[in-house]
């Protein structure tokens, strides 16, 4: 049998595609993978910010469009990238193991955060990430910054910001965890919802493939995955929205922490919830309406 992946073509999205390729070929060592790549909206547009790109799931859609026309099987993404609403006839059918799911302070001259100067310029295209950072920090520019990993260092070295933040994994996957001078903890900044997770989609109808991503998934980071996935779509909150949240699962437990910001920093509204893993979507609901009881809701006006 040949499975054909969909994936987006830049060096981290080919990483994670080898990565799902190679889970699948160690259930089915007969099993041949062959890779499709598309080029997303995503991609095709570099001179804006992503939340103004104004198409939910821009680096996704597209993927996810080759398993609908049938040029793919399946499709590989960066879960945080997914949006939280299911794309017609399609379903989100495993998750592989995850990686470090913090962020990553990248600033040569200065080698730590706080060690940063007043009004240093730091770089990162996320709502979530200057939000949170403006709170510890309200001293700091924040600029943007988009492309792949190498044009986003390129900038850095360049010496177009003082410092860039960065999902950890990302660096650690491709072999640059080395240009990392800080990472953050949960408690300073809290990832987006999926971060540092790989999700894999195909048809919903096809319950033998299901079956088969399944098996070469993690099922307690799918739950992970499905907790914060669940937060985020009860909010009412786009991937881009100032939103961080973490879920961590362990014998048969879960645990979900999560954070709603003013874009500015100024205020913030955060909880927890704990309960069964196998009702990791309800978890996911229960502390979103928690949030928006405790006045989350208009902090995210206009961002859903």
Not at 95 to 104: F, V
Not at 148 to 176: K, P
Request: glycine letters at 10%; a neutral charge; hydrophobic letters at 45%.
């Amino acid at each position: 049998m040949t499975l054909r992946l969909a994936t987006r073509g830049s060096p981290l999205a080919l990483w994670q595609a080898e990565a799902v390729a190679a889970a699948l070929r160690r259930d089915d060592p007969a099993l041949e993978v062959r890779l499709v790549e598309v080029k997303t909206e995503g991609d095709r547009v570099v001179d804006r910010p992503i939340a103004e790109v104004g198409v939910q799931g821009a680096f996704t859609v597209e993927v996810d469009q080759a398993v609908r026309d049938g040029r793919a099987d399946a499709a590989v993404h960066s879960l945080k990238d997914l949006a939280t609403t299911p794309t017609p006839g399609l379903a989100l059918a495993a998750t592989l193991p995850r990686g470090s799911a913090e962020d990553a302070l990248l600033a040569p001259r200065f080698g730590a955060f706080e060690r940063l100067p007043p009004e240093a310029v730091v770089a990162t295209g996320s709502p979530r990430r200057r939000a949170q950072l403006r709170r510890l920090r309200p001293d700091l520019r924040f600029v943007d910054v988009r492309g792949n990993i190498a044009t986003r260092l390129a900038r850095l070295d360049s010496g177009a910001c003082d410092a860039m933040v960065l999902a950890r994994a990302g660096l650690e996957r491709l072999g640059l965890a080395a240009r990392i001078s800080e990472t953050f903890s949960f408690e300073r900044v809290l990832p987006a919802a999926g971060q540092a997770l790989v999700g894999v989609t195909c048809r919903a109808d096809d319950a033998a493939l299901r079956g088969r991503l399944a098996s070469a998934g993690d099922p307690s980071a799918f739950a992970c995955g499905a907790a914060e996935r669940a937060l985020l779509r009860t909010l009412r909150a786009g991937c881009h929205a100032p939103v961080g949240a973490f879920a961590t699962a362990a014998a048969g437990r879960l645990r979900l922490v999560a954070r709603v910001l003013a874009l500015d920093g100024s205020r913030e509204v955060s909880g927890e919830i704990e309960g069964p893993e196998a009702g990791a979507e309800s978890l996911g609901v229960a502390l979103a309406e928690r949030l928006i009881e405790a006045g989350a809701a208009p902090l995210l006006g206009g961002l859903s």
